[in-house]
């Protein structure tokens, strides 16, 4: 008696291409997100420019320190260089969601239906969250870490913060904050792919707690404020990541496992 989900035919039948197709798709749609990143950055260059855009970004610092202080810049070139950097990241972050897409568009052929279910709708949430991780360091974060250092320097010290270091103490923080927003994204990896389960998640939740509390110590500054809201942030983020798994691995199954549930049944 033969199989009835062996019978079925493959989804991906037929949709084999050669290498060097795939090879040539690739370029194409590499060089449409390159194009969209260009374009966004053009248009940042004539509106707000590259500086403003600086000075958007150093605004939670300049804001903290002391009356007539200003930012410096070391190296010679530094003044130019800082800015296109920030012009650039800002046009990646603008043009994400069109490079995400072309990424989508490219494995999306690769994909059998209920992966196609899976990868989707991970690509966004997963986009989402780090745009929200991103500004929560911004607008909540950086206000308090920013004053809580400024409170400890000596009366007879005037802070004079590089560029340069700022710029790199910023995209350092942006990206400890928007991969701990992706929690739930893991969250939901891990079950899906059948790593563990969500009564494990829930039975190793003390476990999680003292991880995130670890991580958290050694990628803010030592500020306890921070860390205490970036832990809360984690751990909220976490039994969010619970609560999805349950409602995405039931609608992201195979074919074959509704079949086999059902088989199951006596």
């Not at 390159?34 to 300049?62: N, T």
């Not at 891990?190 to 009564?199: A, E, H, I, P």
Request: net charge negative.
């Amino acid at each position: 008696m033969s199989d009835p989900n062996t019978d079925k035919p493959d989804e991906l039948a037929g949709t084999e291409q050669p290498f060097v197709q795939h090879l040539m798709e690739l370029r194409d749609r590499m060089i449409k997100a390159v194009i969209a990143i260009g374009i966004a950055a053009a248009v940042l260059a004539v509106y707000p420019g590259a500086s403003a855009l600086y000075d958007l970004m150093a605004a939670p610092l300049v804001a903290t320190l002391p009356k007539g202080a200003t930012l410096i810049a070391i190296s010679v070139i530094t003044p130019f260089v800082v800015p296109i950097k920030i012009l650039f990241m800002a046009a990646f972050m603008i043009a994400l969601p069109v490079v995400l897409y072309q990424v989508w568009a490219f494995v999306a052929p690769g994909l059998y239906s209920h992966e196609k279910k899976l990868v989707m709708p991970l690509v966004v949430s997963s986009t989402l969250l780090f745009f929200f991780g991103v500004a929560f360091c911004y607008f909540v974060v950086f206000g308090q870490v920013f004053a809580f250092i400024q409170s400890f320097a000596p009366k007879s010290i005037t802070a004079t913060p590089d560029i340069e270091e700022y710029l790199s103490f910023v995209l350092g923080m942006f990206l400890a904050f928007g991969l701990a927003f992706e929690v739930p994204i893991a969250v939901i990896l891990l079950v899906r792919m059948g790593v563990l389960t969500v009564s494990q998640l829930r039975q190793y939740r003390g476990y999680f707690w003292v991880i995130a509390a670890v991580g958290t110590a050694l990628v803010t500054p030592p500020d306890a404020g921070s860390m205490i809201m970036l832990l809360g942030v984690v751990g909220g983020l976490y039994e969010v990541g619970i609560l999805a798994a349950l409602l995405f691995v039931k609608h992201t199954k195979k074919p074959e496992d509704d079949g086999e549930a059902e088989a199951a049944k006596p």
